[in-house]
């Protein structure tokens, strides 16, 4: 059900991790749940509706890049980001630090916030802890992100530790800015490099705040599977377990399942999308690659047993056509289905935790990945 305020209920439990849900005005979000990102106000090559009928409950826009163009003012005269994008359903909006440090040209940070140039047009902009919110405000989002730091790993410790000190302190400010916002949802990010004592003293300083949700940032920058998940198993047991956990910019399938497995309820990544416009494809039998010659005269789908006709219906000769040839179609078809297959893996995870038998069907799940695609379909 959905409901007037920001709820989050655990259904079940099956070791660390959790299946629940998140209830809001405009919808529930089943967890663990994986958001497509809708960076620009369009998730790349879909239609809204598609998106909704591959299960996703939500999706996330960016402050940064909407607030480059078309405006954030121009989206709220025109109705808010739902409206525009025909996306009646939750939507989350990261609040743009991500960006500012990976994109934006000639940055400067301060206690204010942070100065940049555009990567679109080399004007300059200023973004401020309260700015991000009143921005995400204005585009209407339903779970609005405190603006921080995010630093690239490897990086020192000293680094880290000041990157992690300001986004407390900017936090705080965001929390000041949000204010009240019934049925709407504000979440702190912790951060900390890879240091342990660092991500859990963020993630103290955040719990003490009170917040809705709780994300991990900083993560999926470059550093190893493995340091991303000894950072979540030194954050986890600091997170208040009656609220939402959200690992932003994770990742590959494997990524979610170990990170599912260590209690986190909520991911978005590019991945499935950018993969899909350069010809890769995700499946039960892991990553499939359709620019490679070996599919050229291939006349089975990627999947017979799929929900998705994407995947189910257009031989591997065909789609091996399309990304060789450049056609947009192509992108489209493959987009549709890694999001398919990234919907099903969530769900998978959810009924499998509601079930007790998360471990099966990981097991399952992770030798499909291994067998691979290359053998004839047993079925």
Not at 51 to 66: C, E, F, Q, S, T
Not at 307 to 316: F, G, I, L, N, V
Request: charged share 25%.
């Amino acid at each position: 059900m959905t409901g007037e305020r920001f709820g989050f209920t655990v259904r079940a439990t099956d070791g660390k991790a959790r299946t629940g849900e998140i209830a809001m005005p405009r919808g529930v979000i089943r967890t663990p749940a994986f958001m497509p990102v809708g960076t620009a106000g369009t998730v790349k090559a879909m239609y809204a509706d598609q998106v909704r009928a591959l299960g996703a409950d939500v999706v996330l826009g960016n402050v940064y890049h909407l607030m480059l163009r078309p405006g954030a003012e121009r989206v709220a005269r025109l109705g808010g980001l739902h409206h525009m994008m025909g996306w009646p359903h939750p939507i989350l909006t990261d609040s743009g630090g991500f960006q500012v440090m990976s994109l934006a040209q000639l940055r400067k940070l301060n206690e204010k916030g942070v100065t940049f140039r555009s990567h679109v047009d080399g004007a300059y902009h200023e973004l401020t802890p309260e700015r991000s919110i009143e921005i995400q405000g204005l585009l209407g989002s339903d779970i609005q992100m405190q603006l921080d730091e995010c630093v690239k790993l490897p990086c020192s410790d000293d680094v880290a530790e000041r990157a992690m000190e300001l986004s407390l302190r900017w936090a705080e400010r965001c929390r000041t800015a949000f204010g009240d916002q019934p049925g709407k949802a504000m979440f702190g990010i912790v951060q900390g490099g890879a240091v342990e004592k660092l991500r859990v003293r963020s993630a103290e300083a955040l719990t003490a705040m009170d917040l809705k949700g709780y994300a991990i940032g900083g993560l999926a920058v470059g550093e190893p599977q493995d340091v991303m998940l000894r950072m979540i198993e030194a954050v986890e047991p600091h997170l208040p377990t009656e609220k939402p956990r959200y690992l932003m910019g994770v990742g590959t399938p494997d990524d979610i399942v170990e990170a599912v497995r260590r209690g986190v309820d909520m991911f978005d990544c590019v991945m499935p999308t950018r993969a899909g416009r350069h010809g890769q494809a995700f499946t039960r039998f892991g990553k499939i690659n359709l620019k490679n010659a070996r599919h050229a005269d291939d006349p089975r789908p990627l999947d017979p047993q799929s929900t998705c006709p994407a995947a189910r219906d257009y031989s591997r000769a065909y789609l091996h056509h399309l990304v060789k040839a450049g056609e947009i179609l192509g992108m489209m078809l493959l987009t549709r289905v890694n999001l398919a297959y990234y919907q099903d893996l969530t769900a998978g995870l959810r009924a499998a935790i509601a079930a007790g038998r998360l471990d099966d069907f990981v097991a399952e799940t992770k030798e499909g990945w291994a067998r691979g695609d290359m053998e004839p379909f047993a079925g």
